[in-house]
């Protein structure tokens, strides 16, 4: 007779008794081809409608996906991400995990669909705690989709390739497809604009979005006197197109940096540490999101604050130095129409669509705004939440030489100009291309990887030819310092187009001097001759020739391309006042 096992100790359960990881199917869709789909037309209520369309497609409260998990079973699934154009959701029901997975995605893939035929959603299923070798948690499963996203999306389903009609005789007005209906919603008198059902629901979200948000973000900015109100645009004509000159758009794309590696760091980090990487992930989504719309909103008002009035003609005005010194914004029944309309994408995506004249203030702004010293954020400010990781890896982030540090990621940022009217689409190709060439860069110089990187073009060319274009300039005579990083743009522009800094090609001594900068100076810099000989002949003849010094024939010529258009303007950072609580009775 065996002895009996005292009673502290438990006989060990058999191996089919043991508890089990809780089993279920992580699911991910992806909407590739967002960029695209957003910027197609031409019309900036085309974008902001589209945009806004890409947060409800993701958002779990809004009409498309709400109905879709109110129909599941409660308690069965769970929503992991909703951000970065992604949503991944958790099918917890041990049993009908996978019948409810294949349920969603079907019905969610049809939704997208129907709602436009340019959306290619790409899924991918991951189950966890069954048995074989698959992953054992949720957790796991989480950290293993973005790579099974990335297999999926090399193999496209039949049903997401292009499907374009056959003899269809009407064409859509704005992007050649086959229109489906004409839109009513614009006044063009009897005739009405035919194009695809995608394009006239995104204008009806669009104007729902700018009635229900114009008020707040522009709350408590005063219009100049003589005006009603400040209005945001809706309309590339109203970005401060000037009568009986030739109007040029600025389309600037802001992404950070490294952020998908940052997040694979994090992930790690939180998975070793034994942290809830599911409600860990969510939140720094959630944070970034918040950023990137935070920014987009100091933009905005950054702008409406400098709306003014030109003292000589008692108009609205935005006043600054260079490019004739003034912006005339666009004024219609009294409203002033701020000339910078930032399109949020998918949550982390920013593009900025404003006047050209505009376009390097803003950014300069944005850099500024992201690189405020956390000591001065206030609580509640959307920078906040990622400022206060500054001593969280991996997120932490110098700012420059000051010692202090930041848990904002830096930021990649490309502008591209075009002439207004042009397709929004091909600027978006443009500046993203730009943006991606700058990255890269930042990559290639490691002690400036804490740094923001900033690059240009005017050419309005195929996006390869103008970044082919920008790497033969840099490599070969050095006729382009760019791609910048922000402590060098920064310094560029204060000590090239500052009218105060000495040598600046806006300076007193130089005032005057535009013609000679352009038609002579110019292209000796662009052939590569050395302009000793021309500056000695200035002198001899008595005309002020002062260069900013050490001469640096890039940042030379890329000055020279600004001078006629850079309207150097002070944007100040102007928080929304606190919001009154209703008085309690």
Not at 203 to 223: E, F, I, K, M, Y
Request: aromatic share 4%; proline share 10%; with cysteine.
């Amino acid at each position: 007779m065996a002895p009996a096992r005292p009673a502290t100790q438990a006989a060990p359960p058999p191996a089919a008794a043991r508890p089990r990881p809780a089993a279920g199917v992580v699911v991910g869709v992806d909407l590739a081809g967002i960029q695209r789909f957003v910027y197609e037309g031409r019309r900036l209520l085309d974008a902001i409608g589209r945009a806004t369309l890409m947060a409800d497609l993701t958002d779990p409260a809004g009409p498309h996906l709400a109905p879709l998990l109110a129909d599941l079973p409660a308690g069965s699934c769970a929503v992991l991400r909703d951000a970065g154009g992604a949503l991944y959701i958790a099918f917890t029901d041990p049993r009908r995990a996978a019948d409810h997975a294949r349920a969603f995605t079907g019905r969610y893939t049809r939704r997208l669909r129907d709602l436009s035929d340019q959306l290619n959603p790409v899924v991918a299923h991951v189950p966890y705690g069954g048995p074989g070798s698959g992953p054992a948690t949720q957790a796991e499963a989480l950290r293993l989709l973005p790579s099974a996203l990335q297999a999926a999306r090399a193999v496209p389903a039949p049903g997401h390739l292009p499907a374009l009609g056959v003899g269809v005789t009407a064409a859509c007005d704005i992007t050649g497809r086959p229109a489906e209906l004409l839109d009513h919603t614009r006044d063009r008198g009897p005739v009405r604009e035919r194009a695809a059902r995608d394009i006239v629901t995104a204008r009806v979200r669009a104007r729902q979005w700018h009635d229900s948000n114009t008020r707040t973000w522009l709350r408590g900015l005063a219009p100049p006197p003589g005006a009603d109100r400040l209005e945001l645009p809706t309309d590339v004509d109203h970005l401060g197109r000037e009568i009986g000159d030739l109007s040029r758009l600025a389309v600037i794309h802001l992404d950070f940096n490294g952020l998908g590696d940052l997040l694979k760091r994090y992930h790690a980090a939180l998975d070793s540490a034994g942290a809830d990487v599911v409600a860990h992930m969510r939140t720094v989504s959630a944070d970034i999101a918040r950023l990137t719309e935070g920014l987009a909103q100091a933009v905005i008002r950054a702008v409406a604050g400098a709306v003014t009035t030109d003292p000589d003609t008692g108009e609205p005005a935005i006043l600054g130095h260079g490019a004739g010194g003034r912006l005339r914004p666009h004024v219609l029944r009294g409203a002033v129409h701020v000339p910078v309309r930032p399109v949020v994408v998918a949550g982390d995506d920013l593009t900025v669509i404003c006047d050209a004249r505009l376009a390097w203030s803003v950014t300069r702004f944005a850099l500024d705004w992201l690189d405020t010293d956390p000591a001065l954020v206030p609580p509640g400010d959307p920078r906040a939440a990622m400022a206060a990781r500054a001593a969280e890896p991996p997120w932490t982030r110098r700012l420059g030489a000051t010692g202090r540090t930041t848990g904002v990621p830096s930021a990649g940022i490309g502008i591209a100009v075009q002439p207004v009217g042009a397709p929004l689409s091909v600027g978006y190709d443009i500046c993203a291309a730009l943006c991606d060439t700058a990255k890269e860069h930042r990559k290639a110089a490691e002690h400036r990887m804490h740094d923001h990187v900033v690059a240009w073009s005017h050419v309005f060319d195929d996006p390869v030819r103008v970044v082919a274009r920008l790497h033969e300039d840099r490599a070969g005579s050095g006729r382009t310092a760019l791609p910048m990083p922000g402590a060098d743009f920064r310094a560029f522009l204060r000590a090239y187009l500052d009218p105060a800094a000495p040598g600046s090609l806006r300076s007193a001594p130089m005032a005057g001097q535009r013609s000679w900068l352009l038609s002579r100076l110019a292209p000796l810099l662009q052939d590569g001759r050395d302009p000793a000989p021309e500056l000695d002949r200035r002198r001899d003849i008595g005309l002020p020739v002062r260069l900013p010094e050490p001469f640096d024939r890039g940042l030379l010529l890329d000055a020279i391309g600004l001078l006629d258009l850079h309207l150097d303007v002070p944007l100040a950072h102007r928080p929304p006042p606190p919001r009154e609580e209703p008085a309690r009775p």
